[in-house]
C-alpha cells in the first residue's frame, strides 16, 4: 500500500513537472523597447528559448545570429544600428545568442561589440525578413 501512494506521488510530482515545463515552453518571450524607441527581443539561451525566439523571428523584419567563428554562439554583445539617416535607432547588450529587431524598411549600419572587437555590417532591408550573422 505504501509503495501505492509513493508511486502516485511521484506520478503526480512528474506530471505536473511536465504540464509546468509544457506552459513555460509555450509562453512567448517579451519584446523591449530600447531608448530609441525600437523594438526587439533578445535572447536564445537554452534549446526551448532558442525555439521561441527562432518562432518569434517571423515578426521580427532583421534577425542578428551572434557567434564566434567556430559556430558557439555567444551573447552579452553590444549592439547598435543606425539608420541611413545617421541615427541611432537601436542601442542595446545582447542577452543572448539572437537579437531580433522591428525596424521599417530601409539602410542600416549595424555594429556589434563583443571582447573588444567590433564588427560591422551595412544591411538593406526590403519587405520581408533578413538574416545577418556576425561572428567573431
Do not use: C
Amino acid at each position: 500500500m505504501r509503495n501505492s501512494m509513493i508511486k502516485g506521488v511521484l506520478a503526480l510530482t512528474f506530471g505536473l513537472s511536465a504540464s509546468l515545463l509544457s506552459a513555460q515552453e509555450l509562453a512567448p518571450l517579451p519584446t523591449q523597447t530600447d531608448a530609441h524607441g525600437t523594438v526587439y527581443l533578445s535572447g536564445g539561451i537554452g534549446e526551448t528559448e532558442l525555439e521561441q525566439v527562432n518562432q518569434a523571428a517571423r515578426d521580427f523584419p532583421l534577425k542578428l545570429i551572434l557567434a564566434e567563428r567556430t559556430g558557439a554562439y555567444v551573447a552579452d554583445v553590444k549592439v547598435a544600428i543606425v539608420d541611413g539617416h545617421g541615427r541611432m535607432v537601436l542601442e542595446v547588450p545582447s542577452v543572448g545568442p539572437i537579437l531580433l529587431v522591428r525596424l521599417a524598411p530601409g539602410r542600416y549600419r549595424v555594429w556589434a561589440s563583443y571582447e573588444g572587437l567590433v564588427r560591422e555590417q551595412r544591411i538593406n532591408l526590403n519587405r520581408g525578413h533578413k538574416t545577418v550573422s556576425l561572428a567573431w
